[in-house]
């Protein structure tokens, strides 16, 4: 693999960190700080609406001034983040913890963009293996975050959380540098002469195998994140078990998203994303069903691990899946438009969980996630069924 690809699998690691960094301490802190109660699951919801804000303006200045401008003014955007989150801190302000968590989100909009950056730097028969290498930089991220964390979170500490705040913030000065004296721009193999170029969208859009790439990593996203948030929640109130099963099932989960991606680009060499992503879909169907089946500490655990390998899988053949739908001149429009459908079906899974798990309970919650289970395999069997036809084959 190119240099750039493991200059972008360090950089993810690190700056990946504002994710589980923010969902372990986010709702704790917001707690302490919130006028009310109600609000202090706020903060770990604007991450994910501030990624999807920046998504659009995000992929707008990668198409004008270059992939590399844009990934060290996300890895800015992550230390500021981390610096309001010490100012919030300090001053024991909710407001500027809200804020922080926005800023936070912006930088993770461009961090989730490293995965196509990578693709762009290697051969077109390799682009799922650098993708799915960068998505392994998330395993460190996923221990690191909450690490981090932890460091300012002792009853001792006169204003809690702020070394936390301020770990995360040196973590992000970290990924900066790592980006700037690694990444090449002049490495990727995609180049892009007419800025806005290409089709117009709805022509693009007309072609059944965008859909399907597009509902594989919005679908799998938004299925994960409604049924991990609801998670931690249901185990200590609704069945009884202590904080530490499930912060052991939350970490084992997220090991499980992104544990596969060692095997993930090999998947797709081997068997081909059709079938991969087949396996994607029946292991989200197999955790709806675990879940629903009991509240023991080994169903939740056993329905968790599931999710977590049906995420990877849908979201790695998604993002593989998508360039095969778009031209160079597209890819910008294309790739933006299919982040802010994935981070806006996460934001809406996020922020819904709370309310669908006292309303529903959580074997109600989990059935809620099989419609859009099933509609992601009728896009894929409109997709591959249509495929077959010489008039839009791709």
């Known amino acids: 693999m190119p240099l750039n690809v493991g200059v972008l699998v360090a950089a993810q690691a690190l700056a990946m960190c504002t994710a589980p960094f923010v969902v372990f301490i986010g709702s ?12 202090a699951t706020l903060p770990v919801g604007l991450v994910v609406v501030g990624t999807v804000l920046a998504i659009k303006p995000a992929t707008w200045l990668m198409e004008r001034v270059g992939r590399k401008q844009v990934m060290l003014l996300g890895a800015v955007m992550g230390i500021l983040t981390g610096l309001l989150g010490t100012l919030a801190s300090w001053q024991g302000s909710f407001p500027l913890l809200c804020l922080a968590a926005v800023i936070g989100g912006t930088g993770l909009a461009v961090v ?3 995965r196509f950056a990578a693709m762009e ?26 690490e981090i964390a932890g460091i300012g979170s002792g009853p001792d500490e006169a204003f809690p959380f702020l070394t936390s705040w301020f770990g995360l913030a040196i973590v992000q000065g970290v990924a900066l540098i790592i980006l700037a004296a690694g990444y090449r721009a002049r490495g990727e193999l995609v180049r892009e002469s007419q800025p806005g170029g290409g089709r117009p969208l709805p022509e693009v859009l ?35 078990h202590d904080f530490d099963d499930a912060k052991r099932v939350i970490q084992l ?19 081909g994303l059709p079938l991969m992503m087949t396996a994607g879909l029946l292991a989200c169907l197999g955790c709806v069903l675990l879940a629903a089946s009991g509240i023991s500490f080994h169903h939740y655990l056993s329905a968790l ?27 910008f429009r294309v790739q933006g438009l299919n ?11 996020a922020l819904s969980a709370g309310a669908a798990l006292s309303w529903l309970g959580w074997g109600g919650l989990v059935m809620l996630a099989v419609p859009f289970l099933v509609l992601h395999g009728v896009l894929m069997i409109f997709w591959l069924t249509r495929a077959r036809t010489p008039e839009i084959a791709d």
């Not at 799915?132 to 991220?141: D, N, T, Y």
């Not at 691990?305 to 890819?331: A, K």
């Not at 982040?339 to 899974?349: E, K, S």
């Open 305 to 331: 691990l599931l999710l977590g390998i049906g995420w990877n899988f849908l979201f790695v053949g998604g993002t593989t899946l998508l360039p095969r739908g778009y031209r160079e001149s597209e890819r």
């Open 112 to 114: 989730h963009q490293y």
């Open 206 to 240: 007309a072609n059944p195998l965008v859909w399907a790439a597009i509902s594989a990593a919005a679908i799998g996203y938004a299925v994960m994140s409604f049924i991990m948030t609801a998670t931690p929640l249901s185990m200590t109130e609704s069945a009884g």
């Open 339 to 349: 982040d802010m459908l994935v981070f806006g079906a996460q934001a809406t899974a």
């Open 253 to 271: 989960h997220i090991l499980a998203m992104y544990l596969p991606s060692l095997i993930s680009g090999w998947l797709i060499r081997v068997v």
């Open 28 to 39: 704790i802190q917001g707690r302490l700080l919130a006028p009310s109660i109600e609000y």
């Open 121 to 146: 730097s290697v051969p077109t028969e390799l682009a799922g293996s650098a993708a799915a290498r960068v998505l392994l930089g998330g395993l460190v991220a996923a221990w690191l975050g909450p």
